[in-house]
C-alpha cells in the first residue's frame, strides 16, 4: 500500500464512521415518535417502491421536473456502482470491475458510467436554470433552503465533472486504460491531447481526489440537509400507508378507553409516530404538496410543505434532548441539566415551546379541507395530513381549542345525530309517498332487503341534496333493487366530527351505527355520499363494522352495465362537465365510474374536464368539516373551483357529492352563471326510459 | 308572602329589554304566588338608580341599586356574590334572570353559590303548590320540557322575549348597596369593548328581523332591508352567509348554523334561498315571511307565507305598508 492508499483508507474510515454515527442519531431521533407497526404486507410495500421510488412514478406527474429528477435518481444508482469502483481503487490501485465482471458486462457498465454522468449534467443543468432563472412558484416560501439546494447542485455537478475529467486525463495518460465504451472520457481526452504527461498526471490524481473526497463529503453533508431524502426516501415509501397498503386515507384508530394515556392527538414531535417524523426526514421541499392545496392555491396560510418542515425543525431541536444525545460535537449546549447556565436556558427555551402553537398554528390547522391533494402529490408518499389531523384532535380533545362557529354542529350531532339542528323524526321526511320500506319494518315483515340505502344527512335534510335521494330511490326501484332504508334511525356516519378533531363525538355516532347495521345483519350498504362510503367503508372496520359499502356512482354503472336500467337519452345540455369529489376520488380511487354514467346517460354529450382532474380535482371547499367552519382568509375554494369548471364552457356541472353540490350551487351563484349543478343521480334519472 | 328578586340587566348605564322582562314575569309569580314583593336588583356605574323608576313602573316594590365604579362593565363574579349575598338575607322564593349572555353567565354562579337548583332558558313560569313550574324548549326546539323545582330559592333564567314587558306600577322604592365582593379583585378585565356594525336591537333580542340573502343581488340593495326594519321599528337586520362572504355585511350579521341561531316572533327573508346553512339558524322563529323570486326556493317550505317575485319590488312596497299599518295602528 502506498502512502497515499492508506491516507486514503483513513479518510474513507473516517468518513464512514461519521456517517454512520448520524444515522443512528437520526435513527434514536425517530424513535422519540409513537411506536406504528408498518411492516405489513410486504410486498405491496415492495411493489410502492418499485412503482413510487425506483420509478419515480409520481415525479413525472410534473413531466418536466420529473424527467430532470428521474435522470438524477437513476444516475445516482448507475453511478453508485462506479463509485465503489473508485472508492476500492483508492485503497487499493489496481483494482477494476474488468477483473470481476465478464467481457459484455463490463462493456455495459463502462458505457452506462459516461453515459449517465453527461445525463446527470444535463438534469443539473437544468435544475439550475430553473432555480436561478424560471424561478417556479412552488420552489418559494415556508423558509425553504435555497443555498441548501443550489450547494448539493453544485456538489453534484462537480462529481460529474471529476468523474468525466479523471477518465480524460487518465486516457491522455494511458489510451489502453479507459476502456473504448468511455466514449465521452475519452473525447475529453482526446481534446487535452496537448497537455504534457506531468499535467496529465497532475490533472488524473487531482481530479480523483476530488471526486473521491467529494463523495465523502456529499454522504456527509446529507444528514445536515433537506437532501437527506436521498437516504431516506427509499425507506419512507416502504413504510408509507399512502396508497396503501390498507384502505388510504383513514384516520389512525384512538383508544379512547385506555386509562395510561395521558395524551391525545399530538402537540409536540413526541405525539406523533416514528413514521411522521421519517417523513419530515423524507421531504426536500419541493412544494408539490403546497402546489396542490386547495387553501394554498386560494390565498391562505396553510402550507402542507411547511407543516412538514416545521416537524422536522421541531425534532432536530427537540430529539437531542428527547434521546439524551449530548451532542457534544455539534451543540455541546443541550445537555440534560448540566453544561452551565447557557445550557440550563436552551434546554429551558426548548422545552418552552412545542410543535403546535410555536411552530404550527391553529389558523393553519382549521384551513385544511382534508382533501389529500398534498397526499397524493408527494413524490415520496410524504403523509402532511395525518399531522394535521392529529393536532386538530389535540386542540379539540385536549385543549377543547376549536372555531366557535363549529360549536353548533357538534352539540348537534350529540342531540340530533346530524350537524344541522334538525330532528331525528324529520330524517326519512323526504321517503314519503315513495313506498320505500325501513329495515325496521321489512325486519318486521320478516324480510332482509339486499340492500341499505345509506341516506347521509345531507341526502336526508338538505332541500336540494332531498332530490338527489329522490332520483337515486327512483333509479334502484326502476331496476327493481330490494332495498330499504334507516329511517330515523340513521345517523350521522361520523365523519365531520372526526376530521374536526372531535374523536369522542366520532366514536360515539359510529359505534351506535354499527350496532344498527349488525342488528339489521347489513351485508352491502349503497349511499349517495362519499364521506358516508369512505366512512363506513374504510373506517368502521377500526370499530368493528364491516360492510360491503358502494357509491351511488359505482353501484348505478353497474345497474346500467347489467341492463338493469335502460336510458332513452335525456336533453337538454350538449355539454357537461364533472367535479371529482376528493373521499370518492383521492379517497378510493373512483374516478371512472361516475364519468362512465354520464356518457352512458347522455351519449351524445361531451364531457368535458377542467384542467384541474382526476387525483388532481381541486376540492370544493367543504370537506375536513369545513363546510360547517367560516373561511376568513384569502378567495373562497368553492368560487377558485366554479371558475375552473364554467371555464369548460360546458352547459352543465356533474357532481357526485352532496357536499360538492352545496358549495358549487353557491359557486355558480356568486358568479352569477345560469349553469345548472348536477347530481349524476338526477342526471340518470331524467334519462330513465319508463 | 313569597318575596322574588329580578335582576335587572343594564349596559352603558341603561337598563336592557330583558331587565323589564324580567320584572314583569317577577311580578307575575309574586302576586300567583301569594302577592309577594318584587325586588329589583340592578348593578351598573353611579347613576344606575336613576332606572329605578322604569323598574318600579314594571312592578317593583323595591329597587336595589347596587352602584360602584367598576360596574360600568359586566363583572361576573362581584356581581354573582352581590347577587347571592342578597338573595340569602331576603329569603326569596326565586331569583328570575334573563337568558341573555349575562344572564346566562350570571344565574348558574349565583346557582352555584347558593347550592340551589335552577330552570334555564323558561318560556313560561307559573306556581304549583309549592313548585315552581317552568317550561323550557329542548332537543333544537323539538319538545317542551316542564320542569319543577321545590327548593328555595329557584334561580330562574328567561327566554329573550318569551316574556312581553307589562306595565304594573308599584313603589319603586329605591334602596342603595354596596358590592359584596370588591369588584378591583375580579380576575375578569375589561381591556375593550367591539361593537357590531348595527345600531340596531341585538339579533338575539329582537322580536323582529329581516334578512337578506344574495338574491338582493348588490350590497347596496340591503338599504332596502335596512329601510323595512326600520319600518319595523324594533327589527333588526340579519344576512345568509353568502352575503358575509362577499363582504356586503359584517359577519357579526350572519344567521344561521356558522353565525348566530335566532327565534325572533317574526322572520323576514329576503332573497334568501333557504340553504340548511341558514335554516339551521331561524329555523325556530315564530312567523317566517319569505320573499324569493324562485318558487321551488327550500325557503317556502319553512314559511308560513310567501311572496313570489322580486325582491327589489316587493320590499319597498312592503316597507311602505309596514309605515302605513303603523301610522294607523
Not at chain 1, 130 to 143: A, S, T, W, Y
Not at chain 1, 325 to 345: C, I, M, Q, Y
Not at chain 1, 376 to 386: A, F, N, R, Y
Amino acid at each position: 500500500m502506498s502512502p497515499s492508499n492508506v491516507l486514503f483508507l483513513v479518510i474513507l474510515l473516517l468518513a464512514i464512521g461519521f456517517f454512520v454515527y448520524n444515522v443512528q442519531r437520526l435513527i434514536a431521533y425517530l424513535r422519540v415518535g409513537k411506536p406504528d407497526s408498518r411492516t405489513g404486507e410486504p410486498l405491496a410495500r415492495l411493489k410502492n417502491v418499485f412503482v413510487i421510488a425506483l420509478g419515480q412514478r409520481k415525479m413525472f406527474r410534473e413531466p418536466a421536473a420529473g424527467v430532470m429528477h428521474a435522470l438524477i435518481f437513476w444516475g445516482f444508482i448507475v453511478l453508485t456502482l462506479g463509485t465503489i469502483e473508485i472508492l476500492i481503487e483508492g485503497v487499493w490501485a489496481p483494482f477494476s470491475y474488468a477483473m470481476v465482471f465478464p467481457g459484455p458486462l463490463y462493456s455495459a457498465y463502462a458505457l452506462s458510467q459516461d453515459a449517465f454522468a453527461l445525463l446527470v449534467l444535463g438534469a443539473i443543468g437544468f435544475a439550475f436554470y430553473r432555480r436561478l432563472i424560471v424561478h417556479p412558484k412552488r420552489l418559494e416560501g415556508d423558509e425553504t433552503e435555497h443555498t441548501d439546494a443550489l450547494l448539493i447542485l453544485g456538489m453534484i455537478g462537480a462529481l460529474m465533472l471529476t468523474l468525466l475529467l479523471t477518465g480524460a486525463f487518465l486516457h491522455v495518460l494511458a489510451p489502453d486504460v479507459v476502456p473504448p465504451e468511455k466514449m465521452i472520457s475519452r473525447a475529453l481526452g482526446e481534446g487535452l491531447g496537448w497537455v504534457g504527461a506531468d499535467t496529465a498526471r497532475t490533472g488524473y490524481l487531482l481530479n480523483w481526489w476530488v471526486h473521491a473526497l467529494l463523495i465523502l463529503g456529499f454522504l456527509n453533508y446529507l444528514p445536515y440537509s433537506k437532501h437527506l431524502h436521498i437516504a431516506s426516501s427509499i425507506f419512507n415509501v416502504y413504510f408509507s400507508n399512502t396508497t396503501g397498503p390498507g384502505p388510504i386515507g383513514v384516520m389512525r384508530p384512538m383508544d379512547l378507553e385506555a386509562e395510561d394515556v395521558e395524551q391525545f392527538g399530538a402537540s409536540d414531535v413526541e405525539h406523533l409516530t416514528w413514521k411522521n417524523l421519517l417523513d419530515g426526514y423524507s421531504c426536500t421541499e419541493c412544494g408539490r404538496c403546497t402546489a396542490a392545496c386547495p387553501a394554498n392555491i386560494t390565498g391562505k396560510v396553510l402550507s402542507p410543505r411547511k407543516i412538514v418542515i416545521n416537524v422536522r425543525q421541531r425534532l432536530m431541536e427537540k430529539g437531542p434532548l428527547l434521546t439524551g444525545d449530548t451532542g457534544e460535537l455539534f451543540s455541546p449546549t443541550l445537555v440534560h441539566g448540566e453544561g452551565g447556565d447557557a445550557g440550563n436556558e436552551t434546554v429551558g427555551a426548548v422545552l418552552g415551546h412545542r410543535l403546535l402553537d410555536n411552530y404550527i398554528t391553529e389558523e393553519e390547522l382549521w384551513q385544511c379541507t382534508s382533501c389529500r391533494a398534498c397526499v397524493v402529490e408527494c413524490p415520496v408518499s410524504i403523509d402532511q395530513l395525518e399531522v394535521i389531523n392529529e393536532l386538530r384532535r389535540h386542540l379539540v380533545l385536549s385543549e377543547s381549542r376549536f372555531p366557535p362557529e363549529i360549536q353548533p354542529a357538534f352539540e348537534s350531532l350529540e342531540r340530533n345525530g346530524t350537524p344541522w339542528a334538525f330532528s331525528p323524526t324529520d330524517r326519512a321526511a323526504w321517503a314519503e309517498g315513495l313506498a320505500i320500506p325501513t329495515m325496521a319494518e321489512k325486519l318486521a315483515r320478516g324480510e332482509r332487503p339486499d340492500v341499505l340505502f345509506w341516506v347521509g344527512c345531507m341526502g336526508s335534510f338538505d332541500d336540494r341534496a332531498k332530490r338527489i335521494t329522490v332520483a337515486f330511490a327512483r333509479i334502484m326501484q326502476a331496476a327493481g333493487i330490494d332495498f330499504a332504508i334507516l329511517g330515523q334511525e340513521e345517523k350521522c356516519n361520523g365523519d365531520p366530527a372526526r376530521r374536526m378533531g372531535n374523536e369522542y363525538l366520532y366514536q360515539m355516532l359510529a359505534r351506535d351505527n354499527v350496532e344498527l347495521l349488525d342488528r339489521y345483519q347489513v351485508r352491502t350498504v349503497v349511499t349517495i355520499c362519499p364521506h358516508c362510503f369512505h366512512q363506513i367503508g374504510n373506517e368502521y372496520p377500526q370499530l368493528g363494522g364491516d360492510y360491503e359499502v358502494i357509491h351511488h356512482s359505482t353501484y348505478i354503472a353497474r345497474l346500467i352495465e347489467a341492463g338493469r336500467v335502460t336510458l332513452r337519452g335525456a336533453d337538454g345540455v350538449d355539454s357537461i362537465t364533472y367535479h371529482d369529489s376528493c373521499y370518492l376520488g383521492r379517497y378510493n380511487d373512483v374516478y371512472d365510474a361516475p364519468r362512465e354514467t354520464l356518457r352512458r346517460a347522455l351519449p351524445i354529450v361531451k364531457v368535458t374536464e377542467p384542467p384541474r382532474t382526476r387525483s388532481r380535482g381541486l376540492c370544493c371547499g367543504a370537506g375536513g368539516g369545513r363546510m360547517f367552519m367560516e373561511e376568513h382568509q384569502g378567495k373562497r375554494i368553492n368560487v377558485e373551483r366554479t371558475e375552473e369548471l364554467l371555464a369548460t364552457g360546458a352547459g352543465a356541472i356533474a357532481v357526485a357529492c352532496p357536499f360538492c353540490m352545496t358549495m358549487m350551487t353557491d359557486g355558480v351563484k356568486a358568479k352569477g352563471a345560469d349553469v345548472p349543478v348536477l347530481d349524476i343521480a338526477e342526471v340518470v334519472e331524467k334519462a330513465l326510459s319508463r | 308572602m313569597a318575596n322574588v328578586l329580578a335582576f335587572a340587566e343594564s349596559r352603558a348605564g341603561a337598563l336592557r329589554k330583558v331587565a323589564l322582562e324580567a320584572v314583569t314575569a317577577a311580578r307575575a309569580l309574586a302576586d300567583t304566588a301569594g302577592g309577594g314583593e318584587v325586588h329589583a336588583i340592578v348593578a351598573g356605574a353611579p347613576g344606575i338608580a336613576g332606572e329605578a323608576p322604569r323598574l318600579g313602573a314594571h312592578g317593583a316594590d323595591r329597587v336595589v341599586a347596587v352602584e360602584h365604579a367598576a360596574f360600568a362593565n359586566y363583572d361576573p363574579e362581584s356581581i354573582a356574590a352581590t347577587v347571592a349575598e342578597r338573595a340569602k338575607s331576603g329569603g326569596y322564593r326565586a331569583i328570575i334572570f334573563s337568558a341573555s349572555a349575562q344572564g346566562r353567565d350570571l344565574a348558574p354562579r349565583v346557582a352555584a353559590k347558593l347550592g340551589v337548583g335552577m330552570l334555564s332558558d323558561v318560556i313560561s313560569l307559573e306556581v304549583s303548590g309549592d313548585a315552581i313550574v317552568a317550561k323550557h324548549p329542548a332537543y333544537a326546539n323539538k319538545v317542551i320540557a316542564t320542569v319543577a323545582v321545590t327548593g328555595s330559592p329557584a334561580i330562574v333564567s328567561l327566554r329573550p322575549n318569551a316574556f312581553t314587558p307589562v306595565e304594573n306600577a308599584r313603589a319603586g322604592t329605591v334602596e342603595s348597596a354596596q358590592p359584596a365582593a370588591d369588584p378591583g379583585a375580579s380576575r375578569v378585565v375589561v381591556r375593550e369593548t367591539i361593537k357590531g356594525s348595527s345600531t340596531r336591537p341585538d339579533l338575539t333580542e329582537a322580536p323582529v328581523i329581516v334578512s337578506g340573502g344574495r338574491g338582493l343581488k348588490a350590497p347596496e340593495n340591503f338599504k332596502l332591508v335596512e329601510e323595512l326594519a326600520e319600518a319595523f321599528g324594533n327589527a333588526a337586520v340579519g344576512c345568509t352567509r353568502a352575503v358575509t362572504d362577499d363582504g356586503w355585511r359584517p359577519h357579526s350579521d350572519q344567521i344561521g348554523q356558522t353565525g348566530r341561531v335566532v327565534s325572533p316572533q317574526l322572520y323576514v327573508a329576503v332573497g334568501i334561498s333557504g340553504a340548511i346553512q341558514h335554516l339551521a339558524g331561524m329555523r325556530t322563529s315564530g312567523t317566517i315571511v319569505a320573499i324569493n323570486k324562485d318558487r321551488e326556493a327550500p325557503i317556502f317550505k319553512v314559511a308560513d307565507y310567501g311572496i313570489v317575485g322580486d325582491a327589489l319590488q316587493i320590499v319597498p312596497a312592503l316597507t311602505k305598508a309596514v309605515r302605513e299599518a303603523r301610522r294607523h295602528g
